[in-house]
């Protein structure tokens, strides 16, 4: 992959981008823009952009790449990602045995032994590893390797003990820690320094503005990280401007009163999108703690409580909506669902419907429907936060979904095109570290949904991780997500294979790549090779650049 070719004032305030293609609505063929400060000045042809070019500008030849709306990742965790980016990684591990081994070679170079990403459905044992294997690998060391899916970990006996696991919640002794024991491993394993925390941080930052990501809504939460994490990550972002993805706050803390409200806004200096996010209604189906109508396929006798009743999500959401602050919770069970619904429908008895519509609250996950749902999300204006990888990583007739839920049930879930079809707001992220970030993965996670009812378009997938990211965290300026003169200049550039116009039905988009029709193009995903983005530009900061 070659770099950018520039020439001019590196630093120049004004900026040629020509010789490519530009993604925008404003002109669908444009191959140059023109950058000025912060914005977009002009998008044109390229014989245009000769008339305009001088000395005084940076003038980048494109060499046919693509300038593209940055992506926005809709859900993510900062800190995590960025320990997760520096630990073991388990999520290509094909059996058991494998992750003992890796275990032990790196119990050899340290105290402790960190890992993410194992799933046991896939390997022959089926089973995740006890505490006295990870005893045995980790030589004694303290273990903690947290499942795929985050809602879940292995730990050792050694680290048990050290935590403190006994007679909590969620941990039997056997090896795997979920709810409140989980949270209590999480913490202990995650004491950190404030310069390995910025670390953490700026490593996960570093990794999403190289993979096209503008802004990243980071999904902070008590049982996750303490709120001095998120105001770390504020103050990192605060210190050096223009270096990093926006950062969308949220804290997902239950209140029960205005002032608890208030006092939680001031704690992060007024500067939370919103009270929602990993706000838990439950937990995830890989851990087997998600909410669902009927059981576990696999795990007959688990019976799983909701974490927050009914009256306890309803004041949070009646509390939030007064304030006109956005709310929301983590579901994913569709018995989950129906009890984030119940609690709209007591909060809207309560303060008023219009009240609750206003404050545009999210949902995040929603990867089971229960039936009303698409009509009662629709009602109260919610928006449904996704994650297209969870369908490409889990679903189809194997995977572990229908394993949990059975075949049937599993094909109806992650349903971004029911959703859409029906007009409730969708927007996309990744989840780090639960699945990677690669939004252009996630695209084509979309157009080819593992049931063909669920497939959308490229282009509406572009724009839910794009403009409709920025929209779902009440972005103020309703110019971001887009590429026109007056927007602001926040943007990525992408080595693609070919251009085209990509739908869920062929048919469709045999007519649609007709020049007549002003479809801007998007990199053709079926090519063997997805696009590398090589710059990304927030308000006209270059923040990444594959060629420094």
């Known amino acids: 992959m070659s770099a950018l070719s520039t020439a001019g004032q590196q630093r120049a305030q004004?900026?040629?981008?020509?010789?490519?293609?530009?993604?925008?609505?404003?002109?669908?063929?444009?191959?140059?823009?023109?950058?000025?400060?912060?914005?977009?000045?002009?998008?044109?042809?390229?014989?245009a952009a000769t008339s305009i070019a001088d000395?005084?500008?940076?003038?980048?030849?494109?060499?046919?790449?693509?300038?593209?709306p940055g992506f926005v990742d809709s859900h993510m965790h900062t800190t995590d990602s960025g320990l997760a980016l520096g630990s073991l990684d388990l999520s290509r591990t094909a059996t058991l045995a494998d992750l003992l081994d890796q275990v032990a070679r790196a119990a050899a170079a340290g105290d402790v032994v960190l890992g993410h990403g194992w799933d046991e459905t896939r390997w022959p044992e089926k089973r995740?590893?006890?505490?006295?294997?990870?005893?045995?690998?980790?030589?004694?060391?303290?273990?903690?390797?947290?499942?795929?899916?985050?809602?879940?970990?292995?730990?050792?006996?050694?680290?048990?003990?050290?935590?403190?696991?006994?007679g909590i919640q969620g941990w039997d002794g056997a090896g795997v820690v979920r709810t409140e024991a989980h949270a209590a491993a999480r913490r202990f394993v995650h004491q950190m320094t404030n310069?390995?925390?910025?670390?953490?941080?700026?490593?996960?930052?570093?990794?999403?503005?190289?993979?096209?990501?503008?802004?990243?809504?980071?999904?902070?939460?008590?049982?996750?990280?303490?709120?001095?994490?998120?105001?770390?990550?504020?103050e990192l972002a605060d210190s050096e401007p223009g270096a990093f993805p926006?950062?969308?706050?949220?804290?997902?803390?239950?209140?029960?009163?205005?002032?608890?409200?208030?006092?939680?806004?001031?704690?992060f200096g007024g500067r939370l999108r919103g009270l929602a996010g990993d706000l838990n209604i439950d937990g995830s189906l890989g851990s087997h703690t998600a909410c669902v109508h009927g059981g576990y396929a696999d795990l007959v006798a688990e019976s799983t409580e909701p974490f927050l009743s009914v009256e306890q999500a309803a004041g949070h959401l009646a509390v939030c909506s007064e304030a006109g602050v956005q709310g929301g919770f983590h579901v994913i069970g569709d018995a989950g669902l129906d009890r984030a619904l119940d609690a709209l429908a007591a909060a809207a008895d309560r303060v008023g419907l219009e009240t609750v519509r206003r404050a545009r609250h999210r949902f995040?996950?929603?990867?089971?429907?229960?039936?009303?749902?698409?009509?009662?999300?629709?009602?109260?204006?919610?928006t449904a936060s996704m994650q297209p990888l969870f369908d490409a990583y889990w679903g189809g007739s194997e995977g572990m979904y229908a394993s949990r839920v059975g075949a049937e049930r599993a094909l109806a879930m992650n349903a971004v095109g029911t959703l859409q079809t029906a007009g409730v707001p969708v927007c996309l992220g990744s989840d780090a570290p639960v699945t990677e970030q690669d939004p252009w993965a996630a695209?084509?996670?979309?157009?080819?949904?593992?049931?063909?009812?669920?497939?959308?378009?490229?282009?509406?997938?572009?724009?839910?991780?794009?403009?409709?990211?920025?929209?779902?965290?009440?972005?103020?300026?309703?110019?971001?997500?887009?590429?026109?003169?007056?927007?602001?200049?926040?943007?990525?550039?992408w080595d693609v294979d070919e251009l085209s116009v990509q739908t869920a039905d062929s048919r469709v988009s045999a007519w649609s790549t007709d020049a007549r029709a002003g479809t801007p193009l998007l990199?053709?995903?079926?090519?063997?090779?997805?696009?590398?983005?090589?710059?990304t530009v927030v308000e006209g900061a270059t923040i990444f650049d594959a060629g420094s």
């Open 14 to 47: 004004v900026t040629l981008y020509r010789n490519g293609s530009v993604y925008s609505p404003a002109d669908p063929y444009a191959t140059a823009m023109l950058v000025e400060g912060g914005t977009v000045a002009w998008i044109g042809s390229e014989q």
């Open 443 to 493: 695209v084509k996670a979309c157009l080819e949904h593992n049931n063909p009812e669920q497939r959308i378009s490229a282009r509406a997938a572009f724009l839910a991780h794009t403009r409709a990211g920025w929209r779902a965290a009440n972005e103020p300026n309703p110019m971001q997500g887009q590429l026109a003169p007056g927007t602001p200049a926040t943007f990525a550039v």
């Open 246 to 267: 926006k950062i969308l706050p949220y804290w997902g803390e239950l209140v029960s009163s205005a002032d608890e409200l208030a006092a939680l806004l001031d704690r």
């Open 128 to 166: 995740p590893p006890t505490a006295e294997e990870l005893e045995r690998a980790g030589g004694g060391k303290s273990v903690y390797l947290s499942r795929v899916d985050v809602h879940s970990a292995a730990v050792s006996s050694s680290l048990a003990v050290r935590a403190g696991l006994a």
């Open 523 to 535: 990199p053709s995903l079926d090519t063997g090779r997805l696009p590398e983005c090589v710059r």
């Open 364 to 382: 995040e996950h929603v990867e089971m429907l229960p039936p009303g749902a698409v009509e009662q999300l629709l009602h109260f204006g919610v």
């Open 55 to 68: 000395s005084s500008m940076e003038i980048v030849d494109l060499d046919g790449r693509l300038v593209a």
């Open 195 to 234: 310069g390995q925390r910025q670390a953490a941080q700026r490593r996960a930052l570093d990794h999403a503005a190289s993979r096209g990501y503008v802004a990243v809504a980071e999904m902070a939460a008590p049982q996750i990280v303490p709120a001095e994490d998120l105001l770390a990550l504020l």
